[in-house]
């Protein structure tokens, strides 16, 4: 994650670790294999992104969704270590000020933007999973009352009324 986040920030493009990584921040504990992040970027951008990352060793996987699929592209990332990064192109119905409320964070000597924990939290409605709907849920309990409820709700709704919905039956 650390070497993305350098080619990240050398390009200027934004980014929110989301995903395994942001349920530890916010008190979560779960296994993962691979780390993911946000990125703000045209899906038509990824390409040239994705040479970046090749000519600076990581081996890549482009992946387009389909007019259905929330998340437009995905560029997947990985070393000779097996470490896995997953960058993705957006979330349909993401709150555009998702990057501006991203938390800056220490991790092995560095600096990370982590999304913010509303931003987090309606992410994890939206995906709806079990797994997903528990570390809402986790990560809610954990915050109390740091959360910052009016905030929870208007990112929330940029995912639509089912997003909602599933939102009031967890507070």
Same mark, same amino acid.
């Given at each position: +994650? @650390?070497?993305?986040?350098?080619?990240? $920030?050398?390009?200027?493009? !934004? /980014?929110?670790?989301?995903?395994? *990584?942001?349920?530890?921040?916010?008190?979560?504990?779960?296994?993962?294999?691979?780390a &993911?992040?946000?990125i703000?970027?045209?899906?038509?951008?990824?390409?040239?992104?994705? $040479?970046?990352?090749?000519?600076?060793?990581?081996?890549?996987?482009?992946?387009? #969704? &389909?007019?259905?699929?929330?998340?437009?592209a @995905?560029?997947a990332?990985?070393d000779? /270590? #097996? !470490?896995?990064?997953?960058?993705?192109? #957006?979330?349909?119905g +993401?709150?555009?000020?998702?990057?501006?409320?991203?938390?800056?964070?220490p991790?092995?000597?560095?600096?990370?933007?982590?999304? #913010?924990?509303?931003?987090?939290?309606?992410?994890?409605?939206?995906?709806?999973s079990?797994? &997903?709907?528990?570390?809402?849920?986790?990560? *809610?309990?954990?915050?109390?009352?740091?959360? &910052?409820?009016s905030?929870?709700?208007?990112?929330?709704?940029?995912?639509g009324? $089912?997003?909602?919905?599933?939102?009031?039956?967890l507070?």
């Amino acid at each position: +994650m @650390l070497d993305a986040v350098g080619i990240l $920030k050398e390009l200027h493009i !934004n /980014y929110a670790v989301i995903g395994a *990584m942001a349920a530890s921040f916010y008190g979560v504990v779960r296994a993962s294999f691979d780390a &993911d992040a946000v990125i703000s970027i045209t899906t038509q951008s990824l390409e040239s992104l994705e $040479k970046t990352f090749k000519q600076d060793g990581f081996q890549t996987e482009l992946r387009r #969704g &389909d007019h259905r699929d929330p998340i437009p592209a @995905l560029l997947a990332l990985s070393d000779t /270590y #097996g !470490n896995r990064v997953d960058l993705l192109a #957006g979330i349909r119905g +993401m709150d555009p000020d998702t990057f501006a409320r991203t938390v800056e964070v220490p991790f092995e000597g560095e600096r990370i933007r982590m999304v #913010g924990l509303e931003d987090f939290i309606a992410m994890k409605v939206f995906a709806g999973s079990p797994k &997903d709907l528990e570390d809402a849920k986790q990560a *809610m309990a954990v915050s109390g009352k740091s959360i &910052d409820r009016s905030l929870l709700q208007k990112t929330t709704s940029h995912f639509g009324q $089912k997003a909602l919905k599933v939102l009031r039956t967890l507070i």
